[in-house]
């Protein structure tokens, strides 16, 4: 019997329009280009302005950008994940709005979270679904409104996080193509590090907790930097020796696009040269769920079938791991 393997077969995407420039930032908080640039490699990120629009508007509009791009019919969608850090509201799932509205009427759809890594943990649930035998299309969202909390008054985290939202379709391969191997792993004993304080069950909303600007992300950035650099460099080593694969066998680098710097470090561990990395951090900032898939569609016309890829993420908890993937089709 042939072997089931999930393979990504389409990628679609969505940022929204407003362009907030490190310019613009010098007029809201103490920060300037060079400074900003220099420390992260970032020189614009979208911004979601759309009166009472949440993720779910980036989610859908990225799911219907697949859609498009594929000639699917949504009904044919068996499962609708969205990985994000900002659902539209608590407890009504995101993904199952956003399931309905994109008419995958025959899908069932859930939300995952675990901060920046949440696309690369959906990506290892996905292929799961799809290795079992059970479900042929699995549709994986990763879309976040980091603008919904983010404090514009804070320097240390306004110049980071951007909105948007990319997805992925996973379907059966039998040519061995597609996922290959994962190696993810979290610690508990980082969550105290970046975190938002308030709005869950430990401290409910309040009048006090809004004054206090305790809904907005806060992060102890020397340490966060210092453990997502160790974290993603050793993971995507492991996970290129765990695979026998050298640099000349890794054709892409798929990192998380939190920092400029901690991306440099990863592909210097693996030693991969620049030109095989994926970077678009500069344009878009961090979009925490959203970088993943971003990544894949603004390189997907540079993809070739058989092409194999390191994905690496880290993310608050503390989140992380790799994926080592073989690309499924060419795009051109």
């Known amino acids: 019997m042939t072997k089931i393997t999930a393979a990504i077969t389409a990628v679609g995407a969505y940022i929204p329009e407003y362009v907030l420039t490190n310019k613009i930032l010098e007029t809201m908080v103490d920060t300037n280009d060079e400074w900003i640039t220099t ?19 980036l989610a859908i509009k990225a799911a219907k950008n697949l859609l498009a791009k594929k000639n699917l019919d949504p009904k044919e ?6 990985a994000t850090a900002t659902p539209d509201m608590p407890v009504a799932s995101t993904a199952v709005y956003t399931a309905t509205k ?11 979270q675990a901060a920046c890594s949440s696309f690369l943990y959906g990506m290892s649930t996905a292929a799961s679904y799809i290795q079992s035998g059970r479900y042929k299309k699995v549709l ?14 804070d320097r240390s985290t306004c110049i980071i996080f951007g909105d948007g939202a990319g997805a992925i379709l996973f379907e059966p391969n039998e040519e061995g193509l597609g996922l290959q191997d994962e190696y993810l792993r979290s610690d508990g004993n980082g969550r105290d590090f970046l975190k938002i304080d308030a709005g869950g069950s430990i401290l ?3 009048e006090e907790t809004v004054k206090n600007k305790q809904h907005t992300v806060i992060q102890d950035g020397k340490t966060v930097f210092k453990f997502a ?10 996970i290129m020796e765990d695979n026998n694969l050298t640099n000349e066998d890794v054709q892409w680098l798929v990192p998380h696009q939190a920092n400029k710097r901690i991306i440099d470090a990863t592909a210097r561990r693996m030693g991969v040269d620049e030109s095989k990395v994926m970077v678009n951090i500069q344009r878009y900032g961090n979009t925490t769920s959203g ?29 992380w791991g790799a994926i080592y993937l073989k690309w ?3 795009s051109n």
């Not at 990120?45 to 508007?57: C, F, H, V």
């Not at 994109?102 to 995952?112: Q, V």
């Open 39 to 57: 420390r992260t490699g970032i020189k614009e990120r979208r911004i979601l302005k759309k009166e009472g629009a949440g993720t779910s508007y």
């Open 77 to 82: 969608i068996d499962l609708v994940i969205v």
């Open 102 to 112: 994109i008419g995958a009427t025959n899908a069932f759809a859930f939300d995952l």
């Open 140 to 153: 994986l969202i990763g879309a976040d409104k980091m603008s919904s909390i983010v404090d514009y008054t």
């Open 204 to 206: 409910p909303a309040s």
């Open 229 to 238: 650099v160790s974290k993603m460099a050793d993971i995507s080593a492991k």
């Open 291 to 319: 970088t993943l898939p971003l990544c894949l569609h603004d390189y997907e016309k540079q993809l070739k079938k058989g092409d194999n890829l390191i994905f690496a993420a880290f993310g608050g908890g503390f989140t």
């Open 328 to 330: 499924a089709y060419n």
